[in-house]
C-alpha cells in the first residue's frame, strides 16, 4: 500500500506555515514568557509558532496571544496527547495542532473539528498510519536521530507524505532535510538559545532572521 491510498480527508497545513516551511515551537518556563519572544520572531518574519502545552498557563494566554499576533503569524498548540487538550485547543483558537504520538484517534477529532494537525512518530508505520488517518503532515521525531536521508528513504514507498522534522534542527539540519524535501522544518533550542529565559533579544532577532532567509530559499 502507497501514496495516499485509503487515506482520510486532510486539511492542509495553514497556508503561512506551509509558504514559510518553517514552525518554531516554543517551550517556555510560563506563558507569560512568550510575548517578549513572539514580538521579536514575528518582527523578524517568523509565520508560524507553536506553543506548547507543557509551558504553564498557554491555553489561557492563548487568545491574547491570537488576537495580538494572530494576524501576522500562525500560532499553533503544541503537545497534545489527549482528546480533552486536543478540544481545548481547537476552543481556544489554535490554527493548527500538534502531538508528539501518532494517535490516529487524535487524527480524527482535529480533522472533524476543521484545526489541521501534524502527529509525530519515527517508524514507517507510525507515520504512514497518522498520514493515512488525514494528518496535514507528519512530524518525524526525534529527527536529530534519523537525520534527513530518513526522509528520502520514506519517499519510496510513501511518495505524498508530507513531513515535518522536529527535535535538534539546526540551521543545517534545516537545510538538509528542506533539501530531501520536508513540507517544513520545526526548530526550537537552536534557534530560540536562552531567549525564553531572558536571554539576548538581539541575538534571537539574527538567528531568526537567519531561518527564516534559509527557509525562504527553499520555497
Known amino acids: 500500500m502507497t501514496g495516499d491510498t485509503l487515506t482520510a480527508a486532510r486539511l492542509d497545513l495553514p497556508a ?49 496571544l491570537l488576537a495580538r499576533f494572530g494576524a501576522a503569524a500562525d500560532i499553533g498548540v503544541g503537545t497534545v496527547v489527549d482528546g480533552e487538550q486536543l478540544n481545548a485547543a481547537v476552543r481556544a483558537g489554535a490554527h493548527y495542532l500538534v502531538t508528539p504520538i501518532a494517535d490516529p484517534e487524535l487524527v480524527t477529532a482535529a480533522t472533524r473539528a476543521g484545526v489541521p494537525i501534524v502527529p509525530g512518530g519515527l517508524t514507517p508505520t507510525e507515520l504512514f498510519g497518522a498520514w493515512r488517518a488525514g494528518a496535514a503532515a507528519v512530524k518525524i521525531f526525534p529527527a536529530n536521530v534519523v537525520g534527513a536521508g530518513y526522509l528520502k528513504d520514506l519517499r519510496g514507498p510513501f511518495p505524498g507524505i508530507a513531513a515535518v522534522p522536529s527535535g535538534g534542527v539546526d540551521l543545517a539540519g534545516a537545510s538538509a532535510w528542506l533539501a530531501a524535501g520536508a513540507a517544513a522544518v520545526s526548530v526550537g533550542g537552536p534557534l530560540l538559545g536562552d531567549a525564553l529565559r531572558g536571554g539576548d533579544l538581539a541575538a534571537l532577532r539574527d538567528r531568526a532572521a537567519e531561518f527564516v532567509a534559509l527557509c525562504g530559499e527553499a520555497t
Open 16 to 64: 503561512r506555515t506551509a509558504a514559510a516551511k518553517l514552525i518554531v515551537v516554543l517551550r517556555a518556563p510560563d506563558a507569560a514568557d512568550y510575548d517578549g519572544v513572539l514580538d521579536v520572531l514575528v518582527d523578524a518574519g517568523i509565520r508560524s509558532v507553536e506553543l506548547t502545552l507543557t509551558t504553564p498557563g498557554t491555553l489561557e494566554r492563548l487568545p491574547d
